[in-house]
Structure formats: structure tokens, C-alpha cells
């Protein structure tokens, strides 16, 4: 008969020992120790909130002032929404609409990018976010402390980033739930207070998501 014997971190150090002498099993006993680097940390979390990408849902967060943002993600067809006080993106496969207030929406041709330059009022989207880590995983100065909290009932992980160098703040304080989802986001970008939380997360989208204000002017402003 085969046995399957599973060997905890433990075992392992004393079957080296058995084996090996204690030379020979420092690499076991660091490698069990070794927190994760700072640049693992950004990386880490920077890849969890590209994860949501992946993932259809509505989040709400309230943001500074006390008003409210909303952040829609479908997947078939792939498109996405961020609704804040005094604007609206709307981002599709065919077509990218930008709404002032909700009186005038200008529609061009369809920008993926788009919502990776959302950081200059209230909201910051998870794509503006995701590419100041992106950009923060290259900075070998970077001061990074990380701690785990709850927001809106969901498990998150946070970084806080200090010296960051070619991004819109150099200071930034970010959490990510395990889903992939951005749970709150702290900076002051081009003088502006961006503090924004999750409140509510549904899996359900609300039958107006992708749609402009009623009653908005619709200008196309697609090249000719």
C-alpha cells in the first residue's frame, strides 16, 4: 500500500536536518520566513485589481463631500461606466461618451483607454489606480506598508505609497478587495482631494448603467 505523508514547513526542516546536517537547510527555513518584497506587495495588488477587469458589477462609493460615485462593469459586450459628481464615462467597444454635468455628452470613437486618465474630480477609476501601481512596482525608492482591513463587508488588502515618482501623487493610499474590486483610494491629485469608499457592491447592474442623462444633448464628436 502507498502512503502519502503531507509535511508541514516544520516536517520539512526536520527531515533536512535527518538528511542534511543544519548546513544544509538554511534555504528551507529563509524561504518559509521571507516576507514578500515591496515591489512583490504592488505587483501583488496591482494584478488584483486588473483581476476585476474580469468581473461584472456595480460598486458605489461615497466620495469627498459626502456625494456618491458609481463604477458599472459588464462583460458581454465588454463596457464600462463611472458616474460622479459632475460628470459620466461611458466606455464600449464602439464608442466612448463623456458627459459634463448631465446637460452635454460628448460621444467619439471608442477609446479603451479612456477611463486610465479618470483621476482629476472625485473618482478615481480601478484603471487609473492599477497604472499608478504599475508605475509605482518600477520605483526602487518607494516607501510601502500594506495592512488588511474590511470595507463594505468585504475582505480587502491596502497599500499605503509614499515617493512615487510619475504618477499624478506621489503619496497614495489604496485598498482592493479579494475579488479585484478597488475598495477605497486616498490622494490629492492636481490640487484636488480625491477620498473616495465603497459603500455597496451588487453583481446585479442598474438598467441605466450605460446609458447618458435623460434629457442630455449628444454630440458626436467622432473624426470625419
Do not use: W
Amino acid at each position: 500500500m502507498l502512503t502519502v505523508t503531507r509535511l508541514t514547513t516544520a516536517g520539512l526542516a526536520a527531515a533536512c536536518v535527518a538528511l542534511l546536517g543544519l548546513s544544509g537547510c538554511g534555504d528551507i527555513d529563509e524561504a518559509s520566513a521571507s516576507p514578500l518584497s515591496r515591489d512583490d506587495l504592488i505587483t501583488e495588488t496591482a494584478d488584483q485589481l486588473a483581476a476585476g477587469a474580469n468581473l461584472t458589477y456595480s460598486a458605489k462609493y461615497q466620495v469627498a463631500g459626502g456625494e456618491t460615485a458609481t463604477v458599472n462593469r459588464a462583460q458581454r459586450p465588454l463596457r464600462s461606466s463611472y458616474v460622479y459628481p459632475g460628470g459620466r464615462l461611458i466606455v464600449t467597444t464602439t464608442v466612448t461618451v463623456k458627459c459634463t454635468g448631465s446637460t452635454v455628452c460628448d460621444s467619439r470613437a471608442a477609446d479603451p483607454a479612456a477611463a486610465a486618465t479618470l483621476n482629476d474630480g472625485p473618482l478615481i477609476s480601478p484603471e487609473a489606480a492599477q497604472a499608478m501601481l504599475a508605475t509605482a512596482a518600477l520605483d526602487p525608492i518607494v516607501d510601502t506598508k500594506s495592512h488588511d482591513t474590511t470595507i463594505a463587508g468585504r475582505h480587502a488588502t491596502c497599500l499605503l505609497l509614499d515617493g512615487v515618482d510619475g504618477t499624478p501623487a506621489k503619496k497614495f493610499d489604496l485598498c482592493v478587495t479579494n475579488e479585484g474590486v478597488l475598495a477605497s483610494f486616498t490622494a490629492t491629485i492636481d490640487g484636488v482631494r480625491i477620498d473616495q469608499a465603497l459603500t455597496a457592491y451588487a453583481e446585479e447592474l442598474p438598467s441605466d448603467a450605460f446609458l447618458v442623462p435623460p434629457g442630455a444633448k449628444l454630440v458626436d464628436k467622432s473624426p470625419r
